[in-house]
């Protein structure tokens, strides 16, 4: 079994990847890939739609992660995470959550705005793991 390495890719010419994220990741050794579906601030356990944008967040990011834990994963295993805003006012408080979740780890990120499939989301998250 070979040992598993994820490598962030920042090439010298490009501008330097800030906000807790890389250009672009390498993986030697993965046996096992996750691709996380777009998770949205829905949960069985509350049965409704948050308003704040910052509790819809926590909830999305709640879901990637209960996802990941199902495969035997965590957060050190992402290695690309896309996030599909509704508005460009979210930008500031979705970097916060995401590198409060992220903490150091680092994987290549997509940030799109656009409209989103349900009025009341005001975010989805999609992601992809390696273990």
Known sequence: MAEL???ALNPAILPAATGNYTHGVQVDGAERMVFVSGQV??????GRVPESFEAQCRMVWRNVL????????????LVKVTTYLSD???RALNSKIREEVLGKHAPALTVIICDIYAEEWLLEIDAVAVA
């Open 88 to 90: 460009r006012q979210y």
């Open 5 to 7: 390495a994820i490598a």
């Open 66 to 77: 209960v996802v990941l834990g199902e495969a035997g994963m965590g957060v050190h295993n």
């Open 41 to 46: 601030p829905w949960g069985n356990e509350h």
